[in-house]
């Protein structure tokens, strides 16, 4: 008899429904008026990705643009001059490049979030006027259709070929590094395969966390390693920004320590790996201990994630769309 279908926590809906405001403006050097077009204010999906937004903008800027035959699919965002990559969600780029102080407190993630997510109702105003007084700061992105930094960036393309199988690529090697092989999403029928991507394009949880439960073993201590990336963005104040990524095979569960002679010591159960453990054994200088933030703190989803929190448990809850927990080092202090 197969196990029921877990449902989903609510952590893992709030993870989905976290919104970031953004403000977008078309980059000057291609706007044909002198005082600048109008931004383009919406509350976007972390988990989401912004080449999804190009259409729109397109047709927003379409007056202003001084070459108007460009192409939706020519678009690329900058933050203060940096590329951002298009095959990274979007909660990703905005922990690795804005700045803001990640959200630190004695309450979980799924908490946290609650706060900031903003789903938008049938009713709500169009995304463009949706920016009040009060409102938390929008993150500022530059929209450009011309001068593809091709040294940065690869192409997109019309068909969306491009974005689609950087996706699904992605969730295949997550996939890969769960069970040891990527069958799981290579045995998708056709009709799953198309519409898992079609639910990140629409945003769909219900249609997204259906097809999440074939693809995800359930119950404890199922996976084979966790799909986990660590990203080290360069200090602020650096004369050359760069981005390091950092990934290891880690499993579930720490396996008893043996002592010096080799046999297993008074620890004679398996230990669950953590977001501590396993930041302290990729990154010792700057993760000292297991347990506190010492040097640098782990971000993931706006939020400060608590060193013993067990790192099965947040990405089954906490991962993007892909499969992946990414996890963005922040300097403490």
């Keep these: 008899m197969a196990s029921p279908t877990p449902a989903p926590s609510a952590i893992q809906r709030r993870v989905w429904e976290g919104r970031i405001p953004l403000e977008i403006t078309l980059s000057p050097a291609e706007c044909r008026t002198y005082d600048k077009a109008d931004p383009y204010l919406i509350c976007y999906p972390r988990v989401s990705y912004l080449p999804f937004l190009l259409p729109r903008l397109r047709a927003f800027f379409a007056t202003f643009l001084i070459d108007i035959e460009v192409q939706d699919y020519q678009g690329w965002f900058s933050f203060e001059g940096v590329p951002l990559k298009w095959h990274y969600p979007l909660g ?3 922990d690795l490049y804005s700045g803001a102080d990640p959200v630190t407190s004695k309450s979980t993630v799924g908490e946290h979030l609650s706060h900031t997510a903003s789903p938008r109702q049938p009713n709500d105003p169009e995304p463009h006027n949706v920016h009040e007084p009060g409102d938390p700061i929008p993150w500022q992105l530059q929209v450009h259709f011309s001068d593809w930094p091709d040294q940065e960036l690869v192409r997109l393309d019309a068909d969306g ?6 996706f699904i690529n ?19 029928s056709k009709e799953d395969s198309s519409g898992l991507w079609q639910a990140v394009q629409e945003h ?20 084979r390693n966790i799909p986990l990336r660590i990203f080290l963005p360069s200090p602020p104040n650096s004369a050359t920004p760069s981005l390091k990524v950092i990934q290891s095979l880690f499993p579930p569960t720490i396996p008893p320590a043996a002592n010096q002679t080799g046999a297993p010591g008074r620890q004679t159960q398996p230990q669950q790996q953590t977001i501590g453990s396993s930041l302290n054994s990729l990154l010792p200088s700057l993760f000292p201990s297991k347990r506190i933030p010492v040097l640098a703190k782990p971000v993931l989803q706006g939020a400060v ?13 906490a991962g993007y769309a892909d499969g992946w927990l990414a996890i963005v080092v922040s300097m403490v202090g």
């Design 204 to 223: 769909d949880f219900t249609n997204f966390q259906r097809i999440s439960n074939i693809l995800i073993p359930g119950g404890p201590n199922q996976f």
């Design 170 to 188: 992605s969730v295949k090697e997550a996939d890969f590094v769960r069970n040891g092989t990527a069958k799981r999403i290579m045995t998708l």
């Design 305 to 317: 994630v608590p060193m013993t929190a067990p790192l099965e448990e947040v990405v089954r809850v």
């Design 92 to 94: 990703l780029l905005y």
């Design 161 to 166: 070929r491009v974005i689609h199988d950087a």
